[in-house]
T-cell receptor, first 114, second 111 residues
Framework: DSGVTQTPKHLITATGQRVTLRCSPRSGDLSVYWYQQSLDQGLQFLIQYYNGEERAKGNILERFSAQQFPDLHSELNLSSLELGDSALYFC?????????????FGPGTRLTVL | EDKVVQSPLSLVVHEGDTVTLNCSYEVTNFRSLLWYKQEKKAPTFLFMLTSSGIEKKSGRLSSILDKKELFSILNITATQTGDSAVYLCAVGASGTYKYIFGTGTRLKVLA
């Protein structure tokens, strides 16, 4: 158990809908990263927050948005869902913010868009 | 554009064999290289290699970083069926907050 929690575990929804994925980082970790992993694909970096502020953006679609709240949990909002958005969404937390720390991954949320 | 390439894509071996997984990278201002093991769900951390730590070992797993040639290898000796997983390599850079992941090497160890 990494100490990072994600809810829900599974989500099945229809095209055009909007969903919210939630992540709680490990105690004391200030950075939260969001990744998308499609079937047989590597982890695609979406966005990173550090202590409530957005720090880096990757290949995140305009239909997707995220935020990190004062208690450091983070939410990833996906709207106008398409079939191609079906994937495993991971969040990872880290103590610091730059590329010299280990990331701890949550168990992931599997999103299926029908 | 920054990129991380892993090879081979897939590997099938028998228990007891030794395997070598490769990760090459082209990343501006390299800071660290991380190896993860992903079984059914979340990746779990194996090693982090930086300029000050270019060789790591833990049990049957070891990894080295060649900063000059821009690659890393992950060695697994005396493989076991429990080593079957996807092994991911990620690179972090100074001045940026993101990690770039390779697509992974899928290792299957047969009994």
């Amino acid at each position: 158990d990494s100490g990072v929690t994600q809810t829900p575990k599974h989500l099945i929804t229809a095209t055009g809908q909007r969903v919210t994925l939630r992540c709680s980082p490990r105690s004391g970790d200030l950075s939260v990263y969001w990744y998308q992993q499609s079937l047989d694909q590597g982890l695609q970096f979406l966005i990173q927050y550090y202590n409530g502020e957005e720090r880096a953006k990757g290949n995140i679609l305009e239909r997707f948005s995220a935020q990190q709240f004062p208690d450091l949990h983070s939410e990833l909002n996906l709207s106008s869902l398409e079939l191609g958005d079906s994937a495993l969404y991971f969040c990872a937390s880290m103590r610091g913010q730059q590329g010299s720390d280990e990331q701890f991954f949550g168990p992931g949320t599997r999103l299926t868009v029908l | 554009e920054d990129k991380v390439v892993q090879s081979p894509l897939s590997l099938v071996v028998h228990e007891g064999d030794t395997v070598t997984l490769n990760c090459s990278y082209e990343v501006t201002n390299f800071r660290s290289l991380l190896w993860y093991k992903q079984e059914k769900k979340a990746p779990t951390f194996l090693f982090m290699l930086t300029s000050s730590g270019i060789e790591k070992k833990s049990g049957r797993l070891s990894s080295i970083l060649d900063k000059k040639e821009l690659f890393s290898i992950l060695n697994i000796t005396a493989t076991q069926t429990g080593d079957s997983a996807v092994y991911l390599c990620a690179v972090g850079a100074s001045g940026t907050y993101k990690y770039i992941f390779g697509t992974g090497t899928r290792l299957k160890v047969l009994a």
